[in-house]
């Protein structure tokens, strides 16, 4: 049966930390896109029970920076793939930080060292919820792709500049996703 907690447990920090994907949510306020992403790498960290952070690589779209900006929603989902069926779910208010600000590259060091790193999402957590996954099928983990970060390394660090300002800049609703100053 399910849990709704105001915190992060040791337990469910063990859990989130074996994960190998999360899925992200935001929304922008005014109608628009929600978007969910999924997310891997080890790119994922529980700083303290109400906060956890993680690394945001350079990808085709910017719809969590924006919504981000927006209004500070979002939700992070967790759930077991294999192993004993859970889903955690993470509620709370988020900030982005590009890579190059204090706050994002305080917290650098907690993830691997990833080509492509445009920012480091902060959220303030303010409820979990824990459910069954009883319905989450099992799949079996072959590997991490390399395809993201073998692009991010062929760009180069002034090709990923030129790319977000390109196709960063914008959410598809048209919000403002990264500035000039922050690709």
Known sequence: ????????????AAFIAAQRVFFVATAPSD???V?????????FTVLDPNTVAYLDLTGSGVETIAHLRD????????????GKPNIVRLYGHGDAFPVGEPEADALLPRFGDYPGARSVIRVEVDR???????GVPLLS??????????????RGPDGLVEYRREKNAASIDGLPGLSASDA
């Open 1 to 12: 049966m399910g849990r709704v907690l105001d915190a992060i447990t040791d337990e469910l």
């Open 31 to 33: 109608g628009g896109h």
């Open 35 to 43: 978007n969910l992403s999924p997310k891997g790498l080890d790119t």
């Open 71 to 82: 209004n500070g929603r979002i939700t992070v989902m967790f759930c077991a793939f294999d």
């Open 128 to 134: 979990v919820s824990t459910s069954c996954g009883y």
């Open 141 to 154: 983990y072959e590997g991490e792709r390399d395809q993201l970060l073998q692009w991010a390394e062929r």
